[in-house]
């Protein structure tokens, strides 16, 4: 069964950027669309972002379209989430896991540790 591990969260001030890494394990990473999920405090976790086994199709939440790309490595078993010109809303822990590439719904109950993002002044 395929496991992951996120990183490359931090702090960063409105209008930054990080680049979040989900580096999978235990599985063929290539045969899945995977997708980027977000959990902020006292809310639901949701999709954020889904990427195709192939990287030919993406779909991206309303909320950071334009902001956010996804891509992934699968030589390296790694996908990656850019995330330009954040927001203080974009605040929250950031896991990866097989989505559905339609609905960014995930496929999985099985999560990761996450990264933390935080988007402060």
């Known amino acids: 069964q395929l496991q992951f591990v996120e990183s490359g969260g931090g702090l960063v001030q409105p209008g930054g950027s990080l680049r979040l890494s989900c580096t999978a394990s235990?599985?063929?990473?290539?045969?899945?669309?995977m997708g980027w999920f977000r959990q902020a405090p006292g809310k639901e976790r949701e999709g954020v972002s889904c990427?195709?086994?192939?990287?030919?199709?993406?779909n991206y939440a309303d909320s950071v379209k334009g902001r956010f790309t996804i891509s992934r490595d699968n030589a390296k078993n790694t996908m990656y989430l850019q995330m330009n010109n954040l927001k203080p809303e974009d605040t929250a822990v950031y896991y990866c896991?097989?989505?559905?590439?339609?609905?960014?719904?995930?496929?999985?109950?099985?999560w990761g540790q996450g990264t933390q993002v935080t988007v402060s002044s």
């Open positions: 896991a097989r989505c559905d590439l339609t609905t960014i719904h995930t496929l999985t109950n099985a």
């Open positions: 235990g599985g063929t990473f290539a045969f899945y669309a």
């Open positions: 990427i195709s086994s192939s990287s030919g199709r993406t």
